[in-house]
């Protein structure tokens, strides 16, 4: 799957066609492996039983599967320029088949402890998420009120600030790359400490909120439930 998507991706030539013999194979092995679900199990076991939730997975991935390879076959029969469209956009049916991976994760235990872990972090993540972008639009909104007093006193703004204070928008981005490794911190303080002290306080006080407090938090929560 992947090797075909990198082929696709890297050439306008047409892919070999053991693509689609392969495609087709696994195609039929897996509507295999599901009527002998359904023979071994039974209809109701199988819809309804403790595992319903990953046998309703496989079910929407292998017809998605069976859709495309129905849907392929009926366009090549007569093909147009508007249904070259159309095959192009249904191939993506095709790489669903790619997230049946997930189900490793009912074998291999260390991968579903993580996802677990995850998963069981996601309400704490969520409201620190909400708590990190209400910190960024706040300092957002501050610096850049700063850097837009400062550059209406002089004729022409220095470009070190414009490219990272000159709106709102452009402050939240700099300071969120600011903690995600994206910019060195240090890049945007220099500016600020010929605009105002109190800008680079400003800067060092939310960098110290950020990393040594709430992304500190987020991995301790991580780490709970990893125990």
Partial sequence: MGIEVDLAA?????LPDWFGILNLVLVIFFVAELCLKFAAFG???????????WNSFDFLVIALSVLDIVLEFS?????????????????IFRYVRSIRVVRLFRYISALQVLTLSILGTMSSLAWTLALLILIIYSFGVVLT??????????????EDLTSHWANLRLSMLSLFMAISQGLNWE???????????????????????????????VNRCVLQHCH
Avoid at 195 to 216: C, D, G, P, R
Wanted: proline letters at 4%; a negative charge.
């Fill in 187 to 217: 890049d945007l303080l220099t500016p600020l400490l010929n605009v105002s002290e109190v800008a680079a306080v400003l800067l060092i006080l939310y960098v110290i909120m950020t990393i040594f407090a709430i992304l500190n938090v």
């Fill in 145 to 158: 009120e700063i850097v837009f007093q400062h550059c209406g006193q002089l004729s022409n703004c220095p």
């Fill in 43 to 53: 209809c109701a076991t199988f819809w309804f039983g403790t595992d319903w939730a």
């Fill in 75 to 91: 366009l090549r029969a007569s093909v147009s320029t508007g249904q070259v469209r159309v095959f192009r956009v249904l191939r």
């Fill in 10 to 14: 890297s050439t306008d030539a047409p």
